[in-house]
């Protein structure tokens, strides 16, 4: 256990600030254009796995009775990339449509953007969902900024009323199912996260005695906020400006779809019969402790304890062990490169998702229904 007062350091803080190393490179590509186009994916999946390779895992736990007032340097990492985001993206198209144009060809835009969308999704959709768990109003507005940003501001609604509330059943869409290759899960997820959206607010309202099209329907401000940030895409950068802010967007969709297939693949809660399920468990998500991938994704992999506990904010979120969560055998990075691949992928994960069946559900023999979500839909 990491004392409070050592959470509290800078020098504990600083490794989860990485990801502004990504700002620099991404501006690199801008200027220089050629081979430098390609460096902000190549840093954020082969040098953080690397990384991971080299300096193992991170298993500690900070004390949990740390105060919120000594969180400032963890904070405030989430708090600045917002505005960095946003200026970052907004220059860029600015730049590539103006006076950038003349050297950068339409094949080193079209891959220096599917970079920018790497970092707005690795990142930049990471960030928000940090933030979109917060009491705080302004932080959760800065989540809606960024999601606004990859025009996937439905996340919020999704992540918070269905997911986390549905995950491991077939009413959450984002929940993989097992031998579900992602090409298959993508199409899928696109859709289903999006219905399933608006639905839950569509009921909250009508819970309310309200209609769905009541103002105080979040989906207006989504709305709202994408629609501003793909008009200033036009006013800076005209057609080809909106085309590339758009591709950016879809790219950082697939990167945090791809998070989200690994991240629960083929783990389902026991239906108890009726419509009800078991209580989330611990055991419900896989984990990674790989401590460089940790670091860029302010601890995302310790995905069981988020579940527990969703508005833990990420220095304080539990490691646990393969006694209790099962585990990935590589961080997320190399993780979603192998899913990209259906027969690596399923190679890898099918035999862990058979042994975590046999460890903690020996009781169920048929697991049809489960592997195609064809249970009863919670009450």
Do not use: C
């Not at 990142?123 to 507005?141: A, P, T």
């Amino acid at each position: 256990m990491i004392p409070a007062p050592q959470v509290a350091r800078l020098s504990r803080a600083m490794p989860f600030w990485m990801s502004l190393l990504l700002i620099p490179v991404a501006i690199l590509g801008a200027l220089h254009g050629g081979w430098t186009v390609v460096l902000l994916p190549v840093m954020t999946w082969y040098f953080f796995s690397i990384l991971d390779a080299f300096l193992g895992l991170y298993t500690e736990n900070a004390d949990l009775e740390t105060p919120e007032d000594q969180l400032t340097w963890y904070k405030a990492i989430t708090l600045i990339w917002a505005p960095l985001q946003f200026a970052l993206l907004f220059w860029m198209i600015w730049y590539v449509t103006g006076p950038g144009d003349a050297h950068l060809s339409a094949l080193e835009t079209i891959v220096l953007f599917f970079g920018i969308g790497v970092i707005t999704g690795t990142v930049g959709i990471n960030y928000s969902h940090e933030l979109m768990h917060q009491k705080d109003r302004g932080e959760r507005f800065l989540g809606d900024l960024l999601l606004a940003m990859v025009l996937y501001s439905h996340f919020r609604s999704e992540h918070l009323q269905v997911h986390h509330r549905h995950v491991g059943t077939p009413r959450d869409p984002v929940t993989a199912r097992y031998n579900e290759g992602f090409h298959r899960f993508f199409p899928r997820v696109l859709r289903g996260s999006l219905l399933s959206a608006f639905r839950a607010e569509r009921d909250m309202l009508a819970r309310k005695g309200q209609p769905w099209h009541n103002s105080r329907n979040p989906f207006f401000r989504y709305w709202a906020l994408q629609g501003v940030m793909a008009l200033l895409a036009v006013l800076i950068g005209g057609w080809i400006g909106l085309a590339l802010f758009v591709w950016q967007a879809f790219v950082a969709i697939w990167q945090l779809e791809l998070v989200n297939y690994i991240e629960h693949y083929g783990l389902t809660r026991k239906h108890l019969g009726n419509g009800k399920y078991e209580h989330v468990q611990p055991r419900h998500s896989w984990n990674a402790a790989h401590k460089a991938s940790n670091w860029l994704l302010i601890n995302l992999q310790r995905h069981s304890d988020h579940h527990y506990k969703p508005d833990r904010r990420f220095p304080l979120l539990q490691n646990y062990t393969e006694a209790d969560a099962p585990q990935l055998p590589y961080g997320y990075p190399l993780m979603t490169m192998a899913a990209m691949v259906p027969p690596v992928w399923r190679r890898v994960m099918n035999p862990r998702v058979r042994r975590w069946r046999q460890m903690y559900y020996p009781e169920i023999t048929d697991w049809r229904p489960y592997n195609r979500a064809q249970n009863p839909v919670p009450r």
